[in-house]
């Protein structure tokens, strides 16, 4: 949890890399010789309270989706737990192949990729998301209305 929410801290005040503060640098780290690196920061009460809001509905939104990952890969999750038991280590092909069979056996679409199937695998990740946060919209526009 403190890596993410540092990398996200990153994400917006370094790299520049989220809507909030947009193409800006906010803070930058200066390296001393004996003592810990200073960050200087250059934004607004305003603005610190949009990044820590920024910060706070990611986690939250990352958080619900692996709950829900979880959740939808319990039987493989148990089948994983299984094996160690038994055996004590589990390489990455087996888990693959784990997961592999639960997709198969549930008619689910494979989140597996390999080579190639990376981009498609992250279109597909993509176009799930992009289908939650529509879904999410159309839900907040009928409270709305």
């Given at each position: 949890?403190?890596?993410?929410?540092?990398?996200?801290?990153?994400?917006?005040?370094?790299?520049?890399?989220?809507?909030?503060?947009?193409?800006?640098?906010?803070?930058?780290?200066?390296?001393?010789?004996?003592?810990?690196?200073?960050?200087?920061?250059?934004?607004?009460?305003?603005?610190?309270?949009?990044?820590?809001?920024?910060?706070?509905?990611?986690?939250?939104?990352?958080?619900?989706?692996?709950?829900?990952?979880?959740?939808?890969?319990?039987?493989?999750?148990?089948?994983?737990a299984s094996v160690l038991l038994n055996i004590e280590v589990i390489e990455g092909t087996k888990v693959r192949s784990i997961i592999k069979e639960y997709e198969e056996e549930n008619n689910m679409p494979s989140r597996l990729a390999h080579g190639d199937k990376i981009a498609a695998a992250k279109a597909r990740a993509k176009a799930e998301e992009e289908a939650e946060a529509k879904e999410k919209a159309e839900e907040k526009g009928e409270l709305d209305a």
């Open positions: 949890l403190d890596r993410a929410t540092a990398i996200l801290k990153d994400m917006i005040s370094v790299y520049g890399m989220t809507d909030v503060a947009g193409l800006m640098v906010l803070s930058r780290s200066q390296n001393s010789f004996l003592g810990a690196g200073a960050v200087s920061t250059d934004y607004s009460e305003k603005m610190a309270e949009d990044m820590d809001h920024y910060i706070r509905s990611t986690l939250n939104e990352r958080y619900a989706y692996v709950k829900k990952t979880l959740n939808e890969y319990d039987g493989a999750i148990e089948n994983m």
